[in-house]
Nanobody, 120 residues
């Protein structure tokens, strides 16, 4: 199982980024998938996830109204559109999968992360 995250970078406050996660060696249809993040000196936390069917989504309170998750099962890929970014969104973002959504931080499987830095 591989989860390859991409799309991170440096952006100014108020800017946007879109993260992508390509999954390989398993089919997304049967699993929830989403994003965890970990800021320097803080614990890893759930950001957003979407169920296998795509019918259910979850967003942490801190990102509601700013982030949008979507999935393309045909491409085995999930996306996180991040708008109105704030400095407190700075973290390493990990694509992760679990049987349920919201993802269980201690049980989810995650791949290599991508750095998101929001700074002027």
């Amino acid at each position: 199982v591989q989860l390859q995250a991409s799309g991170g970078g440096l952006v100014q406050p108020g800017g946007s980024l879109r993260l992508s996660c390509a999954a390989s060696a398993f089919t997304l249809d049967y699993y929830a998938i989403g994003w965890l993040r970990q800021a320097l000196g803080k614990e890893r936390e759930g950001v957003s996830c979407i169920s296998g069917s795509g019918s259910n989504t979850y967003y942490a309170d801190s990102v509601k109204g700013r982030f949008t998750i979507s999935r393309d099962n045909a491409k085995n890929t999930v996306y996180l559109q991040m708008n109105s970014l704030k400095p407190e969104d700075t973290a390493v973002y990990y694509c992760a999968t679990d049987l349920i959504c919201p993802l269980r931080v201690d049980h989810a499987y995650w791949g290599r992360g991508t750095q998101v830095t929001v700074s002027s």
